[in-house]
């Protein structure tokens, strides 16, 4: 029997001829990634000198740390924890990105979502590289510090769950409907400890941007990770942008699946998931109408340029309801470069819209924190209680055409509505 | 590194049904309450455990004793503070008919043994008496003479709960 493209990879960083789903090897990621943040890196800092004796990184340049929390810093102790960060990397030679934007968004423009490549992180976003063909998995909090001190890490190489997927979304209908879709229809346990891989013919029409979206989010699964069959073309254009070049790493045609499940592209409409659960994934008509005070348009999840495109198209000569705050936060700074290029912040400013640079600070409720009572529609990554202030505020997780067209209407607001995309309704 | 996982000595588990979490996908956040969960003394966050469910929950528990759970425990975004306060009442082990991965990992990778045991909530209720049988994979519940076997480990997860955890495990395998 075949095997997939979890399993290649895998045993390819391990230095073995196989690896079988369900068999321990120890990995040689080719990429380390992780963001800066109190009681994440400055412990990995720590324990290296103080439990390993360690003050220098095996081939340092496979190791990059992002600074995309707390940007900017707020008080002493935030710009002191970033600046211990610059120092130790400058020390040790890793990679330093600083202000560029989001980590899992500026990994993929800066190559490390190089096809085949085995990527660790300790956030379960770093799935969302799997859109350009790396297997990015999460390591335990912690545990990251194994990859750190040694060249190797220990992983059960996982099963392999495919979606393949067909037909066309509708007008109106985006990457973040499709991932919240798939979690009603699967169920949160479907995935549980696996990768998810999507293929069949309608990865072709999904844009880089919607199947990033959809990648980042599979843990909502279960899932350990997600890996995308991706088009010759596409593969060839995400190899060309790598930092390595690996062997081509598809799956078998006759590849060992736990399950394998068709989706048909055409037949979705617009999701919300409901507070307080991830879980709670309905159709937007059962909430249309609800009264909303705070739209958040970014994090990893969906700030990227297909996600202001269409915003812009909606926003374009229009005002925001009086009265709601529209944070709009592009992932990074090449997207929001190539936003003002197009015109799309002058549009969305023009519309009412707040922009901020490229931070993670919106996502967790750092800034733009709501307040008790508030009600939220947000492309954010998780709507949980607290999550972006107040646990006593509710979170819509949404598509961005969604929070575009409800902070038009101050309301929950079908996007199909609108006449740029009446024609699916 | 350990050559052989089978050789290390798992923890000796026998102790009392603390709390059964019936209801699948359980966010662990839940147990000291989400608006709770940045509280970092570990008295503090002992004392609100369950106590919303069991004011008593806290001095019923003691040391040893374990709790029951659905399938899929520890789903959503689950925050270390709730299972640092149950261990610090002495919670030994979680065993349920299934876990959510990230919650599982993280645990384990702390030594915190999570058994994963299908058809566990029909076997034990609060107050039961259950053991950990390393050697025969199987949950018995003394209290009523039945028993039920358990999703063996692997051998790292071996490594992982007979050495206290992730940190302890990698200072082993690297002689540090």
Same mark, same amino acid.
């Given at each position: 029997m075949g095997f997939t493209m979890a399993e290649k990879i895998l045993a390819r960083a391990s230095g073995r001829e196989t690896a079988r789903a369900g068999e321990e090897v120890q990995a040689r990621p080719d990429f380390? /990634?992780? !963001?800066?943040?109190?009681? !994440?890196?400055?412990?990995?800092?720590?324990?290296?000198?103080?439990?390993?004796?360690?003050d220098t990184l095996d081939a340092p340049e496979r190791f990059a740390i992002f600074i995309d929390h707390m940007v900017p810093s707020s008080t002493p102790a935030e710009e002191q924890v970033h600046q211990a960060t610059r120092d130790w990397c400058a020390k040790t030679g890793a990679t330093l990105y600083e202000r560029r934007g989001i980590g899992h968004q500026v990994c993929v423009e800066e190559g490390y979502a190089a096809p085949g490549a085995f990527v660790v992180h300790y956030d379960g976003h770093v799935s969302q590289i799997g859109a350009y063909g790396a297997l990015g998995v999460n390591l335990p909090r912690r545990t990251l510090i194994e990859a750190f001190v040694r060249s190797g890490v220990d992983i059960k190489v996982p099963e392999t769950v495919r979606v393949d997927l067909t037909g066309h979304l509708q007008p109106g209908v985006m990457g973040r409907d499709v991932i919240h879709h798939l979690i009603r229809r699967l169920g949160v346990k479907a995935?549980?400890?696996a990768v998810l891989e999507l293929g069949g013919p309608a990865v072709a029409t999904l844009s880089d941007d919607a199947l990033q979206s959809i990648a980042g989010q599979v843990m909502f699964l279960g899932?350990?990770?997600?890996?995308?069959?991706?088009?010759?073309?596409?593969?060839a254009a995400s190899a060309a942008r790598g930092r390595i070049r690996l062997p081509d790493l598809r799956s078998d045609a006759d590849a060992v699946y736990r399950d394998r499940i068709a989706l048909d592209l055409s037949e979705l409409g617009p999701i919300v998931v409901a507070p307080p659960s991830p879980a709670d994934t309905r159709d937007l008509a059962e909430f249309e109408g609800r009264p909303v005070q705070v739209? !958040?348009?970014?994090?990893?999840?969906?700030?990227? &340029?297909?996600?202001?495109?269409?915003?812009?198209?909606?926003?374009?000569?229009?005002? &925001?309801? =009086?009265?709601?705050? /529209?944070?709009?936060? =592009?992932?990074?700074?090449?997207?929001?470069?190539q936003a003002a290029r197009e015109g799309l912040i002058a549009t969305l400013v023009e519309a009412g819209a707040f922009i901020s640079a490229a931070t993670c600070d919106f996502c967790y409720g750092r800034i733009g924190t709501m307040a =008790?009572?508030?009600?939220?529609?947000?492309?954010?990554?998780?709507?949980? =209680?607290?999550?972006?202030?107040?646990?006593?505020?509710?979170?819509f997780i949404c598509s961005a055409a969604t929070v575009a067209a409800s902070a038009l209407e101050g309301r929950i607001t079908d996007p199909r509505r609108h006449p740029e995309f009446a024609d699916a309704v | 590194m350990p050559s052989d996982a089978q050789d290390l000595k798992l923890p000796a588990i026998r102790g009392r049904v603390a709390w059964v979490f019936d209801q699948p996908d359980y966010d662990v956040d839940q147990i000291v309450g989400v608006k709770n969960i940045k509280i970092q003394d570990l008295d $503090?966050? %002992?004392? *609100?455990a369950m106590a919303d469910q069991d004011p008593d929950f806290? %001095?019923?528990?003691?040391?040893?004793?374990?709790?029951? +759970? +659905?399938?899929?425990f520890g789903y959503g975004?689950?925050? +270390?503070?709730?299972?640092?306060?149950?261990?610090?009442?002495? @919670?030994? %082990?979680? *065993?349920?008919?299934?876990? +959510?991965?990230?919650?599982?990992?993280?645990?384990?990778?702390?030594?915190?043994? $999570? @058994?994963?045991?299908?058809?566990?909530?029909?076997? %034990?209720?609060?107050?039961?008496?259950?053991? @950990?049988?390393?050697?025969?994979?199987?949950?018995?519940?003394?209290?009523?003479g039945r028993s039920l076997p358990f999703e063996p480990p692997s051998p790292a997860e071996c490594r992982l709960l007979a050495l206290g955890g992730h940190l302890p495990a990698l200072k082993a395998a690297l002689g540090v």
């Open positions: 380390v /990634l992780a !963001y800066e943040f109190p009681g !994440y890196t400055d412990q990995f800092f720590k324990m290296m000198a103080e439990d390993f004796g360690r995935c549980r400890f899932a350990l990770s997600c890996l995308v069959d991706l088009p010759d073309d596409r593969l739209g !958040y348009l970014g994090s990893c999840a969906s700030g990227r &340029i297909e996600d202001l495109r269409v915003a812009a198209k909606l926003l374009d000569g229009r005002q &925001i309801a =009086p009265g709601f705050q /529209l944070n709009v936060v =592009p992932t990074s700074n090449a997207v929001m470069a =008790p009572g508030q009600t939220a529609v947000s492309t954010g990554t998780l709507n949980v =209680p607290g999550r972006m202030g107040s646990t006593e505020a509710d979170i | $503090q966050l %002992a004392a *609100i806290a %001095a019923r528990t003691v040391p040893g004793d374990v709790l029951v +759970a +659905a399938d899929n975004h689950p925050h +270390a503070p709730p299972m640092r306060a149950m261990r610090h009442l002495g @919670i030994a %082990a979680v *065993i349920a008919e299934g876990f +959510a991965p990230t919650y599982y990992r993280g645990e384990m990778s702390l030594g915190f043994p $999570q @058994i994963a045991c299908p058809g566990v909530l029909g076997l %034990a209720r609060r107050g039961d008496e259950l053991e @950990i049988d390393w050697d025969r994979h199987l949950v018995v519940n003394h209290s009523n």
